[in-house]
T-cell receptor, first 112, second 107 residues
Framework: KAGVTQTPRYLIKTRGQQVTLSCSPI?????VSWYQQTPGQGLQFLFE???????NKGNFPGRFSGRQFSNSRSEMNVSTLELGDSALYLC???????????FGPGTRLLVL | AQRVTQPEKLLSVFKGAPVELKCNYS??????LFWYVQYSRQRLQLLLR??SRESIKGFTADLNKGETSFHLKKPFAQEEDSAMYYC?????????FGTGTSLTVIP
């Protein structure tokens, strides 16, 4: 089976712009979670989607949003980018909520 | 509230020496704990989970509810063990990760 894929792998944006990141889960996986990874904070949970519905949400501002499509692919959107949003954004898929998560390679976002 | 604490950001040991990566958690319920590993230029992957009580790549981790710890141990470190290690707690349906420990095994 192909692993979790994320596009794009690298992205450079400027403050105030918005960005959309994409995640394709492992075939058959219906749950997709998003994490922000930074050197200072480690991995922080953003949100989790299952069957096109957001099931869990971390402690991030409303500028961070996401959605899941009927084929389980997920997108994450960050609006009004800030310098502090520079991070590696990881997507993880699992068969269901709470199941073992398999991580993608991440999208590295740099906000200038 | 920080639910998972990894007190060591960096840890260096010599090849063949024992290694212990510390993880403490705060959770009053029945925790489910994991160790994830990220090797250089590779994606984050599950190393082991406490409920399976298995040994992966020579690593073991025992859940100590009294000390609220889930330390990762290996009796003889190998160079290929050099990586970033994350301890994680599952509370309900949400995962909480520690800030990670970077392990370097010196040849």
């Amino acid at each position: 089976k192909a692993g979790v894929t994320q596009t794009p792998r690298y992205l450079i944006k400027t403050r105030g712009q918005q960005v959309t990141l994409s995640c394709s889960p492992i075939s058959g996986h219906r749950s997709v979670s998003w994490y922000q990874q930074t050197p200072g904070q480690g991995l922080q949970f953003l949100f989790e989607y299952f069957s096109e519905t957001q099931r869990n949400k971390g402690n991030f501002p409303g500028r961070f949003s996401g959605r899941q499509f009927s084929n389980s692919r997920s997108e994450m959107n960050v609006s009004t980018l800030e310098l502090g949003d520079s991070a590696l954004y990881l997507c993880a898929s699992s068969l269901g909520i709470g199941e073992t998560q398999y991580f993608g390679p991440g999208t590295r976002l740099l906000v200038l | 509230a920080q639910r998972v604490t990894q007190p060591e950001k960096l840890l260096s040991v010599f090849k063949g020496a024992p290694v212990e990566l510390k993880c403490n958690y705060s959770y009053s319920g029945s925790p489910e704990l994991f160790w994830y590993v990220q090797y250089s230029r590779q994606r984050l992957q599950l190393l082991l989970r406490h409920i399976s009580r298995e040994s992966i790549k020579g690593f073991t981790a025992d859940l100590n509810k009294g000390e609220t710890s889930f330390h990762l141990k290996k009796p003889f470190a190998q160079e290929e063990d050099s990586a970033m290690y994350y301890c994680a707690l599952r509370r309900g349906n949400q995962f909480y990760f520690g800030t990670g420990t970077s392990l370097t095994v010196i040849p």
